[in-house]
T-cell receptor, first 113, second 113 residues
Framework: DGGITQSPKYLFRKEGQNVTLSCEQN?????MYWYRQDPGQGLRLIYY???????QKGDIAEGYSVSREKKESFPLTVTSAQKNPTAFYLC????????????FGPGTRLTVT | GNSVTQMEGPVTLSEEAFLTINCTYT??????LFWYVQYPGEGLQLLLK?????DKGSNKGFEATYRKETTSFHLEKGSVQVSDSAVYFC????????????FGKGTLLTVNP
């Protein structure tokens, strides 16, 4: 089955530590995205990537970093510079062939204490 | 720039009631329009889509018609079930080179038995 996987489902870290969230897709999509969702809120775009080895900042990139070394993978690092890292993180991918309809992973809930 | 405005929630209905969630948009060109659904603790799933004016998207009893003259894409269902309780997001893609979707803020629907 094609899809997007995110791991782990739940992640706990101490304040001051960097943490990397995994996102893998086997849909052969060119574009990938990271969103942040806070309780009762909509989605906010962190970073997106249209092709391998290229990515752009979204609306709330400060305190986050990404890499896109492979088409299938788009890991997100939440750095210690991110002031409020506790949130639900969603990864998505899309392709021009389906009008940029985005396919989402199941999400990772990060808790930093 | 592009924007999506959807009715504020929460919306609370009894089982078998009629549902309408309003969505209007502002966009250049001819966007594609989407409704996504998010169940508690999960990622977003595409519910339905429409890619040109007067198209009707439908899935699982939900429908939405792309109305260019009123720049709207309202979600409707004739008879809701408890299992429809979720957050619903309206979104658009303008087909531009940046591959991004513009999302509404989401509407929480609760259906009581």
């Amino acid at each position: 089955d094609g899809g997007i996987t995110q791991s782990p489902k739940y992640l706990f870290r101490k304040e001051g530590q960097n943490v990397t969230l995994s996102c893998e897709q086997n849909l052969n999509h060119d574009a990938m995205y990271w969103y942040r969702q806070d309780p009762g809120q909509g989605l906010r775009l962190i970073y997106y990537s249209q092709i391998v080895n290229d990515f752009q900042k979204g609306d709330i990139a400060e305190g986050y970093s990404v890499s896109r070394e492979k088409k299938e993978s788009f890991p997100l690092t939440v750095t210690s510079a991110q002031k409020n890292p506790t949130a639900f993180y969603l990864c998505a991918s899309s392709t021009r062939q389906t009008n940029y309809e985005q396919y989402f992973g199941p999400g990772t809930r990060l808790t930093v204490t | 720039g592009n924007s999506v405005t959807q009715m504020e929630g929460p919306v609370t209905l009894s089982e078998e009631a009629f549902l309408t969630i309003n969505c209007t948009y502002t966009a250049t060109g001819y966007p594609s329009l989407f409704w996504y659904v998010q169940y508690p603790g999960e990622g977003l799933q595409l519910l339905l889509k429409a890619t040109k004016a007067d198209d009707k998207g439908s899935n699982k009893g939900f429908e939405a018609t792309y109305r260019k003259e009123t720049t709207s894409f309202h979600l409707e269902k004739g008879s809701v079930q408890v299992s429809d309780s979720a957050v619903y997001f309206c979104a658009l893609s303008d087909g531009g080179s940046n591959y991004k979707l513009t999302f509404g803020k989401g509407t929480l629907l609760t259906v009581n038995p």
